[in-house]
């Protein structure tokens, strides 16, 4: 087992808005990816202090769970109140209508031996790689619902213009409902977690190609990484990885 995450500003954005945090802690691994939205410096706030929030409230009441879903939607619901708590001093303060929200994407896995749980809120992505690559997340987006509705074909999707509006993000409303599920993991399996900074820039299958068990995962985080900043890399682009490559024993 090895697992790695890392971010880079990519090719245009001045400041990285992303954050991440990955441990292992007792028998548990932990990834978490945020990508903040607000504007400058407010995303990144936003970002870091849910991934922080998460990770601290795992640790501190995971032995208090018998499933890690709903300890999983709990810790989503404390960064979600305290971000939004945040928005609310800040409006009271008279920040600039311009400036007033910020919130973030979330996404966390927790490996628990054979078993990953997973939570989700906005566009940002898992995946898992086994005998083929699936997305085992959906994105909260506008342009998601407009296809699901069968409003946008998927090549209209391709250039849609406002892929970065939300309709559900960390903060920005007082309540969130989270996406969370759980599955079984086999040897060999390899978990991605991402911001759209790599899936606006490269298909899922010239991702899935990148996947591949004879590298480690920071090699094949760092590989990821280069190939998007070779490219356009017009947003900051966040990757991790969770390679199962040893045996699990129940």
Known sequence: MSFYMN?????????????????SFEKLNILILADGIGGHERGEVASNCAVNVVMNYIKDNYKLYANYSHLLVDAFCEANKIIYQMNLEEISEGEPISRKTMGTTLETLLIDGDTLYFAHVGDSRIYIKDDNFKMLTKDHSLVQYLYSSGALTEEEVENYSDKNSLLRAIGTEKYIEVDVDSMK?????????????????????????????????????????????NGLARDNVTVGIFKNDEVILC
Do not use: H
């Open 7 to 23: 971010s880079d500003k990519g090719n245009v954005r001045k400041n990285n808005e992303d954050s991440f945090l990955f441990e």
């Open 185 to 229: 993991i086999k040897t060999n399996d390899i978990l991605l977690v991402c911001s759209d900074g790599l899936t606006n820039e490269m298909s899922d299958d010239a991702i899935s190609e990148m996947l591949d068990l004879k590298y480690s995962a920071k090699e094949m985080v760092d590989n990821i990484i280069s190939t998007v900043k």
